[in-house]
């Protein structure tokens, strides 16, 4: 066991109140999420735990201190940046930064981490999880950083469109109209990243393209970054159609979420029968995020866990 103290500058009565939390909630949600025992007396701090998890529990309660200078600390800023801390690995995230011309992005946990790693390092990518666990914004992110480095020459943003039966041509306005729900999660995030007129010029110089899953039978798509998002929402042929659309040059990011099939038969998602078939193939990553990967408010990360076991329990 390893034990450290600390004192933290300025003794801010204030601060220190906000940084633990009414009734010390704060620091008892950090030792619910570290190996560690938190003591403390004003602004003097004793942290007992293993090595590594007291390390990163002092540089959390540094950093959510300075929060504490300029806005109160909410549930929501703890848990953020206990994503960050729980890795325990300060020296290899700092490294891994997309900068993006909006934001800069790090990955928030080992999760993301490994995720960032191997899209990095394969042409093929599942990011398999629930919703709010990151899978799509840094899969947007990693398309937008290789565009940027001109490791490839367009970003290509599929989703199947199963709310509509996959019959684009009864809904109202050109291609884009048409899928433009579908879509929604990746603009925003495109947009977020890139700023609307770029992403905007993107489009219309086709850099960025955007098609329904039933659009890409017969194509063979080089030198492009592809994000398949919702893809529990495929059958089984369209996730072979669409694996083996890959060409020379080209990365592929697929995202979903195997417990919210809208599928008739949810035995035929493509994402649960590939994850099952190629998850053993060299030059295939596959990244499972679970609940405590959830970077939304905390109680989203609660509430999949719970229906999570409740699905077991069947």
């Not at 629930?130 to 367009?154: H, I, N, S, Y």
């Not at 798509?221 to 994000?227: A, D, G, P, V």
């Not at 099952?276 to 609660?302: A, C, E, Q, W």
Request: include cysteine; charge should be neutral; proline fraction near 4%.
């Amino acid at each position: 066991m390893d034990v450290r103290q600390f004192v933290l500058e300025p003794n801010d009565a204030r601060r220190l109140a906000s940084l633990c939390g009414r009734q010390d909630t704060h620091l008892r949600l950090i030792e619910s999420r570290l190996p560690v025992t938190i003591r403390n007396r004003g602004n003097q701090f004793e942290i007992e735990g293993e090595g590594d998890a007291t390390k990163a529990c002092v540089r959390l309660l540094d950093q959510l201190y300075r929060e504490t200078r300029d806005s109160e600390l909410t549930d929501d800023t703890v848990h953020l940046h206990l994503q960050e801390a729980s890795t325990y690995q300060e020296d290899a995230q700092a490294l891994v930064v997309i900068d993006t011309p909006k934001l800069k992005i790090k990955p928030r946990g080992q999760n993301q981490l490994g995720y960032i790693n191997a899209i990095a390092a394969h042409d093929v990518n599942f990011g398999i999880g629930p919703a709010g666990t990151g899978k799509t914004w840094l899969a947007v992110a990693c398309a937008v950083d290789a565009l940027r480095r001109d490791q490839v020459e367009r970003i290509i943003l599929v989703r199947p469109a199963v709310e509509a039966g996959e019959r684009l041509g009864f809904l109202p306005g050109d291609l884009a109209q048409k899928i433009d729900p579908y879509l929604r999660p990746l603009y925003d995030a495109l947009y977020e990243m890139l700023g609307f007129d770029k992403v905007t010029k993107l489009l219309e110089r086709q850099v960025i393209e955007i098609a329904p899953l039933a659009y890409m039978r017969g194509r063979t798509l080089n030198h492009s970054f592809i994000i398949l998002d919702e893809s529990q929402n495929t059958t089984r042929e369209q996730m072979k159609m669409f694996l083996t659309r890959l060409g020379f040059g080209s990365t592929a990011v697929i995202t979903g979420d195997p417990s919210q099939i809208d599928l008739p038969r949810k035995s035929d998602s493509g994402l649960t029968h590939a994850c099952r078939v190629l998850d053993s193939v060299r030059g295939i990553s596959m990244t499972r995020f679970n609940y405590k990967d959830v970077v939304r408010h905390p109680l989203v990360g609660r509430i999949v866990d719970a229906y999570d076991r409740a699905q077991d329990d069947h």
